[in-house]
């Protein structure tokens, strides 16, 4: 239940509302907005006859369900979109400027990614990725330098001053990775590990939360539901393609569900062509068109060498494709033939 507050409501009937909340055995989540103060009333258990009491309290303009069954993630509960913050430079996902991860799916190296991490800074990204931690679908397949990689993330952060995301799988791994990293990503196939959401709720580090290969996005909503009843609000949404019949591509960019997400949801959404397309040719276009549907931010994959790389190779571009791509994404979309539209 929403208790949307009247734009004259004082404080003390803000703390009023927040009290009775509580006496009905419902959380209380204050949103202050610029115009209005929200407060929901969320967990499961509570009265709710005492909650639709309120719409006759001081200061209360109206009592509403909350329709979906993620509250918090909800933009009923919050209508401004939510600005997560990376790093000690503050990078900003959900403002006003798209901004653009790139990195190695894999750190293999020590050179593979200081090399990396300052051609795609030249270039203009903003944020580093780089898995330590990797989740493979063979048992065969390069598992990632683990502990080293991290180490070597951290270096190339103080190289190049971006701030550094990277992939955990287990909660074991959780306090040593918040060490060295400045968001943390849970990989699509950890999606619904509700353990790893629950302990991801409880650390002060953003968190990337990918969307699962089969999930619809009220699952990919109320897994990020987790993280926020948890305690954890800075959480960031990340689309990386779906499984679908199609196999000319390696997943099918969904990027009806990056607006759908954004209409639902007042968290940020970025957009992973590199694992949704599994094609560097596709990367630009890609890119291009989740901008174009409201991503806050797209992730990509960048390798100085592809051919050699141990993992994801064919969806990794080299330094001057991600060159040409970030060109690409500061060109203005083609103008659209519609005699006598005045778009002001
Ligand atoms: C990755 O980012 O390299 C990765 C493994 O992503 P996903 O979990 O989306 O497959
Ligand atoms: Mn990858």
């Known amino acids: 239940m929403i208790v949307n507050m009247s734009d004259s409501a004082t404080e003390q009937q803000i703390d009023h509302i927040i009290q009775r909340i509580r006496e009905a055995g419902f959380q209380p989540h204050v949103t202050r907005g610029t115009e209005r103060t929200i407060v929901a009333a969320v967990g499961s258990g509570g009265r709710r006859h005492e909650i639709e009491a309120l719409s006759v309290a001081p200061g209360v303009d109206n009592v509403v369900a909350i329709a979906q069954p993620f509250k918090l993630v909800s933009r009923q509960t919050r209508p401004q979109p939510s600005v997560v913050e990376v790093g000690d430079v503050k990078i900003k996902i959900g403002g006003p400027e798209v901004v653009v991860i790139a990195g190695p799916c894999s750190v293999e190296s020590r050179e593979q990614l200081l090399e990396t991490a300052q051609a795609v800074k030249r270039a203009g990204a903003t944020m580093l990725r780089g898995g330590a931690y990797k989740p493979r679908t063979s048992p065969y397949e390069f598992q ?54 629950r302990r991801l709720a409880t650390v002060k580090k953003p968190i990337l939360l990918k969307r699962g290969p089969s ?39 969904d990027l009806a569900a ?70 690409g994404l500061c060109e203005p979309l083609r103008p659209v033939l519609a005699p006598g539209c005045d778009p002001a």
């Not at 701030?163 to 990293?181: F, G, Q």
């Not at 959404?269 to 291009?288: E, M, N, W």
């Open 144 to 197: 990632g330098l683990g502990v080293e990689a991290l180490k070597i993330l951290r270096e190339a952060r103080e190289l190049t001053g971006l701030p550094v995301v990277t992939e955990v799988m287990s909660t074991e791994d959780v306090d040593l990775i918040c060490e060295y990293a400045d968001m943390l990503q849970v990989g699509a196939r950890n999606m619904q590990n509700f353990a790893l959401l």
């Open 215 to 253: 999930a619809t996005v009220k699952e990919w909503l109320l897994a990020a539901e987790y993280l926020l009843s948890g305690g954890n609000n800075q959480v960031v949404l990340c689309e990386r393609g779906i499984k679908t019949f199609e196999t000319a591509t390696r997943n099918t960019m």
């Open 258 to 327: 990056v607006a759908l997400a954004k209409e639902l949801s007042h968290l940020p959404v970025v957009a992973d062509p590199s694992h949704g397309t599994g094609k560097q040719s596709l990367i630009g276009a890609v890119s291009r068109a989740a901008i174009a549907v409201g991503a806050d931010g797209i992730i990509v994959e960048v390798h100085p060498c592809p051919e050699r790389a141990l993992s994801d190779g064919p969806q990794s571009l080299d330094i001057p494709q991600f060159e040409r791509v970030m060109r």
